[in-house]
């Protein structure tokens, strides 16, 4: 039987003149690179942020407003400031030139901060968005297709490409032979996948593999806090959690506490009611689809060995938490939906030792940031953050400088007077 | 991950069920059936347990307590998804003669090891449903099926099972398609006219029946008198829900293009072969005594009354080589009553709505591994 023919490529945003995806690659290909971090960049950004942040809309959309966040002017300013301190007369910054993303699909919003990122470092762009975008994706399409409309960013349009289409691998071999940086976001299979389809000699890869992550509280701190630390600290765990149903990769999926037995048991009996408490308050919930399949996840984990004891009845429960079974904590194969594997630990050094190989966010509580990387020293953690903070936006991301790879850097050496 | 020191234990033998479970499919008085099937079950929980370490760790892990259940709610209970995943045994893996696999609307099969008590066990069950169908002579048999479907080598899937199963129930089987799928619409009415006067048995998949007795029918013009007969069907009415062809069009189809009007449904799982869920004259599916059905909240998974549309958990006194006596399934149904036919027939019966819909777990990636 032969293979029934590729899906339609859809142009979601495009050059004007473009009607195919042929057009619109040659269109932005044409436009030549501004610079880093000067306008009409820098003014489209702050001009989409203050669309997100103040459309009543995007209240639905929580992370959309927090992606607008991360891309205010006192933000960008700082990332230029950033840019800015690693260049100086004999080192300039400048853009890579085309740059073609590869969307997840396990979190909305990314695609957004991959492209505007870029934009902001100088570059054209073509993002290759998933098909499976919820709500978030198609509300930051429409604000942001309403602002490139507008004659006055003309010249962002132009350099903007961003499509979907189905397994076609004409058009990603032709979008990869186009670009001078491929950034592929989306996990080992993407990057695997993409890493089979050719770039020119001249052009990098900025890849994003399979990453977990972890929450990491010091028993202490939490039975000496008062109510509204507590109740601070358990909010910032349940957004962590819940947002993108606990699938993107800084997304925390194991609660690894630190201090002795007995503290620990203290602090578990005096933080588990209020978190419980918080996302009761946010109406969060499992449809039953998504109850069934991290039910059958659950028993897996059981059946494995790798969890001990559901400490939460299956059904009814938003948050499934489960005792780790000892030594590491594995989290592959972990559904996100809402399950928490449960772990403790002495001391910080013995707690990195439960951490499995490909952790990359620690989101903290109660434990200093100096004593959490001594302690990680040999652990490949890219990250350590607040507890409420795991799924921030951040310009260093899985070891990678995105500033500094999205550029590339021209030496000038001064010449001698002619 | 657990290293497990030994392969699954051979547990102490479990009782045989006496000869009296076997006689009346759908005659028994729950008050007879149920108490003996709740004594079944938690034997065979208790078998389980102990020669299937995975299901160990998993009643621990969900703090099912030791003891016997008093109920049939009590029981403890596994997602039926999880044997996609994961394969579960409670024999030795020399003691297994095949391994069964679903055909997984999903693109992922269900895989279940049978020993040869659990096979006779599913015959024996199978064929003392199937009377109040068939009677107990053999009928001539029309498979709506190729017969290379049953010759194919490998894991058996669930459409191989259960024309195997079913094609001992009948005599001198016709499979109505070739190896391409073509009917063989003269070899049909040569069958009729050969067995003229005797009632026939349809089998095949409800899809497939469709579209040969019903489509291909219409397609081809054929206006063929089958009766009498009787079809029996089953596999899911998703293929179809997808043409927009519901029950009604369905017999309806049948009646037109050939005569058939003794049309009846079958549910069960690949993980449950055996105690099927048969349609009654009354149109509601009846579980036999060697089963039952209840009906959980998909969110709060509590035990919900009659009338009241939820998750469908199967529990069945034959399945001994694997852990599957009582699954929780992805399929939404309602009790309709209890013991309370129209038909006749003794028991809990109930409709099944469909599958709930698949959970969009959205992974990092967008993309599938190459098919």
């Not at chain 2, 969900?62 to 016997?68: E, L």
Request: proline share 7%.
């Amino acid at each position: 039987m032969s293979a029934p023919p590729p899906d339609p490529v859809e142009l979601r945003l495009a050059p004007v003149v473009a009607r195919t995806w042929p057009d619109a690659l040659a269109g932005v290909r044409a436009t030549l690179p501004m610079a880093p971090f000067v306008e009409p960049a820098v003014g489209f950004v702050a001009a989409l942020a203050h669309a997100l942040l103040s459309d009543r809309a995007m209240r639905r959309v929580p992370e959309v407003i927090a992606l607008a966040h991360a891309l205010r002017p006192a933000e960008v300013r700082r990332m230029a400031g950033d840019l800015a301190a690693r260049t100086g007369c004999d080192r300039l910054r400048r853009a890579r030139g085309l740059v073609f993303h590869v969307a997840p699909a396990n979190v909305d919003t990314l695609f957004a901060w991959s492209w505007l990122l870029s934009l902001l470092c100088g570059n054209a762009n073509v993002v290759r968005l998933s098909r499976r975008g919820g709500p978030a994706q198609a509300a930051l399409l429409e604000v942001a297709g309403r602002l490139l409309a507008e004659p006055g960013w003309a010249d962002i349009r132009a350099r903007t490409l961003i499509l979907a289409y189905g397994r076609d691998e004409a058009v990603t071999a032709a979008l990869s032979a186009a670009c001078d940086l491929r950034v592929v976001w989306g996990g080992d299979a993407s990057v695997e996948a993409l890493r089979r389809v050719p770039l020119p000699a001249g052009a990098q890869e900025l890849s994003f593999p399979d990453r977990v992550s972890a929450a990491v509280i010091g028993a202490a701190a939490v039975n000496a806090a008062d109510g509204d630390t507590l109740a601070r600290v358990a909010e910032g765990l349940v957004n962590d959690v819940v947002w993108f149903d606990q699938n993107a990769c800084s997304s925390p999926r194991a609660v690894l506490w630190v201090g002795a037995p007995a503290e620990t048991e203290e602090a578990r009996a005096r933080f588990w009611p209020v978190f419980d408490g918080r996302l009761a308050e946010t109406g969060w919930s499992l449809d039953g689809a998504r109850t069934l399949a991290r039910l059958a996840a659950a028993a897996e984990l059981a059946a494995d060995g790798r969890v001990r004891r559901w400490t939460t009845a299956p059904g009814g429960c938003a948050v499934l938490r489960g005792e780790a079974a000892g030594g590491e904590v594995s989290l592959s194969g972990h559904p996100g939906l809402g399950l928490l594997l449960e772990g403790s630990a002495a001391s910080l050094d013995a707690a990195a030792t439960r951490l499995p190989a490909n952790v990359q966010t620690l989101a903290c509580f109660g434990v200093s940031a100096e004593a959490v990387t001594a302690a990680l020293a040999a652990a490949r953690v890219d990250r350590v953050v607040p507890l409420g903070r795991a799924l921030a936006f951040s310009t260093d991301w899985d070891g990678q400088d995105l500033l500094e790879r999205l550029t590339r850097v021209v030496r000038l050496e001064a010449l001698p007077r002619p | 991950m657990i290293d497990d020191p030994a392969p699954p234990l051979d547990a102490p033998p479990l009782e045989a069920l006496p000869d009296t479970a076997w006689r009346t499919p759908f005659d028994t008085p729950p008050d007879e059936a149920r108490p003996r099937l709740l004594t079944r079950l938690n034997a065979l929980t208790r078998h389980h347990r102990t020669a299937c370490p995975e299901y160990a760790r998993i009643l621990d892990a969900f703090g099912w307590a030791d003891g016997p259940a008093d109920a049939l709610e009590a029981l403890p209970w596994l997602p039926a998804a999880l044997f996609k995943r994961r394969e579960l045994a409670s024999v030795p893996a020399e003691r297994i003669l095949t391994w069964l696999s679903s055909s997984g609307t999903d693109g992922v099969p269900s895989r279940v090891p049978l020993d040869r008590a659990t096979a006779q066990l599913q015959a024996r069950a199978l064929a003392a449903l199937m009377r109040p169908l068939v009677g107990r002579g053999r009928l001539p048999l029309v498979v709506v099926d190729a017969a290379g479907t049953l010759r194919r080598g490998g894991p058996m899937s669930a459409r191989a099972a259960a024309v195997a199963g079913f094609a001992t129930m009948g005599r001198e089987p016709l499979f109505l398609l070739d190896g391409e799928g073509r009917v063989d619409w003269a070899a049909l009415a040569a069958y009729r006219a050969r067995h003229a006067g005797e009632r026939l048995f349809i089998f095949g998949f409800t899809a497939l029946v469709w579209e040969t007795l019903v489509e291909d029918a219409r397609r081809n013009g054929v206006a063929l008198d089958l009766s009498p007969a009787v079809v029996l069907h089953g596999g899911g009415w998703k293929r179809l829900a997808d043409h927009a062809v519901d029950a009604a069009a369905f017999r309806g189809g049948l009646a037109e293009t050939l005569n058939l009007t003794d049309v009846r449904n079958y549910y069960g799982l690949i993980e449950q072969v055996g105690t099927i869920l048969l349609e009654c004259p009354a149109g509601r599916l009846h579980a036999p005594a060697l089963a039952d059905v209840l009906v959980r909240d998909p969110v709060t998974l509590a035990p919900l009354p009659a009338g009241r549309p939820g998750l469908l958990q199967l529990v069945s006194a034959l399945p001994v080589s694997y852990p599957g006596h009582s699954l929780l399934t992805g399929d939404m149904g309602t009790v309709v009553g209890d013991d309370d036919c129209p038909c006749g027939w003794r028991g809990r019966h109930i409709v099944v709505h469909g599958r709930l819909p698949r959970a969009e777990i959205r992974g990092c990636s967008d993309v599938r591994p190459a098919a």
